[in-house]
């Protein structure tokens, strides 16, 4: 069956524009997570979906990022007004339920740059 | 607040010598632990998982890791590592999230 999709794969934007980027879960998958991850860093949590509604969200770094998943699957991740150092590897996850018990099955990835 | 600390961010060893993977981990409560590998080109893929039982937890490709509770580690081992071992390990722990640690590059050579 399919995995985790993600797109773009690639993303080269100007500071002060306005992203989106897309994950697909796993069919079935009610939990759906966002990770970003720097250069030599191990992912970084952003946040939580179970469902349609944001069970966690306390990585987001500030109001630039906001995401969102209207009908408990696909989920978009906005950044407005993206500064240089938003450049990062933006990663999606789903699992079957929530965090801690389950396996989280990883997308390839959205590359971020800021110029 | 969850933290994991990995000993070594780089790695080398040629074929056929041991391996072993240095976690550390902060959290009060109970804890579920995970190592994620990520091949070059690939995507993060689970290698072995810690919930509950026997502290010693067999993984995918001959891996297996440790809990020791009292050394809040959980160390990952491979008696005879390949080439096709190199890629980035992850350690991880998941409390209300998963938290993961900086990663450790191994680098097999042939």
């Known amino acids: 069956g399919a995995g985790v999709s993600q797109t773009p794969s690639n993303k080269v934007t100007e500071k002060g524009k306005y992203v989106e980027l897309r994950c697909d879960p796993i069919?079935?998958?009610?939990?759906l997570y966002w990770y970003r991850q720097s250069l030599g860093q191990g992912p970084e949590f952003l946040i939580y979906?179970?469902?349609?509604?944001?069970?966690?969200d306390s990585g987001l770094p500030n109001d630039r990022f906001f995401a969102v998943r209207p009908e408990g699957s696909v989920s978009t991740l906005k950044i407005q007004r993206t500064e240089r150092g938003d450049s990062a590897v933006y990663l999606c996850?789903?699992?079957?339920?929530?965090?801690?018990?389950?396996?989280?099955?990883f997308g390839p990835g959205t590359r971020l740059t800021v110029l | 607040a969850q933290s994991v600390s990995q000993h070594n961010h780089h790695v080398i060893l040629s074929e056929a010598a041991s391996l072993e993977l240095g976690c550390n981990y902060s959290y009060g409560g109970t804890v579920n632990l995970f190592w994620y590998v990520q091949y070059p080109g690939q995507h993060l893929q689970l290698l072995l998982k810690?919930?509950?039982?026997?502290?010693l937890v067999k993984g995918i490709k001959g891996f297996e890791a440790e809990f020791i509770k009292s050394k809040f580690s959980f160390n990952l081992r491979k008696p005879s590592v390949q080439w096709s071992d190199t890629a980035e390990y992850f350690c991880?722990?998941?409390?209300?999230?998963?938290?993961f640690g900086a990663g450790t590059i191994l680098r097999v050579k042939s």
């Open positions: 069919s079935g998958h009610t939990a």
């Open positions: 996850a789903s699992s079957n339920t929530g965090p801690t018990y389950n396996e989280q099955f």
């Open positions: 979906f179970q469902g349609t509604g944001a069970a966690d």
């Open positions: 810690y919930f509950s039982g026997d502290p």
């Open positions: 991880a722990v998941s409390g209300n999230k998963l938290v």
